[in-house]
């Protein structure tokens, strides 16, 4: 890969293995010329889940379950662990019950 070149950089983004085709993710990059990063709307239904990294920190993991549960939508929270016997990440999702209060 030439690092700076853009065909290549998207690719390396936007591209994943057929092996993760079940995770049915989607990205968005949005480069400085077609706005950049910010805060963007989209309808709600849109989002399904939300997918915390296993490293988060407790402030704020409590912060998006909170916007999460303002929003009033039907949204999934999950939280990537390490698989204690296996090399891989599993990603179940948190029990709202029980969530970080």
Known sequence: M??????EFLKAFTVKSLHWEYEQERRIIKTERAGGPKAYRFAPGLLLGVILGQNISTEDEKQVCGWVDKSGEKIKIYKAQRDRKNFKIIIPELDLENKIQ
């Open 2 to 7: 030439k690092i700076g070149d853009r065909k």
